[in-house]
């Protein structure tokens, strides 16, 4: 359960400086070192939550932001496009052929959708096909 813990502390949190992730190994280290102690009633999610306020205090750790991509058709995505420019801090690419397609960075902080590809965390294919995930 530590291990699940530092784990998910890692892949949700990077290095401000550096904005690259920590390793699992450097997560354990310092959570041994706030002599932090499980507790096998609360879920592993909840304790990495708590684990993270608590690193805050003793090292430089941030919230990753979540990157996504959005493929729209090209008529529904003009209308969505407004819309999802409010929730999203930085467009990194825009491409508007047959259909809109959007890779956006740093948007709600702290959350992450499904797997890690070489460009970081992306949405999961079923979220892509509905669109997006509002």
Do not use: W
Request: charged content about 30%.
């Amino acid at each position: 359960m530590f291990r699940d813990i530092a784990t998910i502390v890692a892949d949700k949190c990077v290095n401000p400086k550096t904005k690259r992730p920590y390793t699992v190994i450097v997560i354990e280290r310092a959570v041994k070192d706030i002599h932090y102690s499980v507790k096998p009633n609360k879920s592993t999610k909840q304790q990495a939550l708590e684990v993270i306020r608590q690193l805050k205090e003793t090292m430089q750790i941030k919230r990753a932001h979540m990157r996504l991509r959005f493929i729209l058709p090209a008529r529904e995505g003009k209308k969505l496009k407004e819309k999802l420019k409010v929730l999203i801090k930085v467009i990194e690419n825009e491409d508007f052929h047959q259909q809109l397609e959007i890779d956006a960075g740093g948007g709600a902080e702290g959350k992450t959708a499904g797997a890690r590809g070489p460009a970081g965390p992306v949405a999961s294919p079923d979220a892509e096909e509905r669109g997006a995930p509002l």
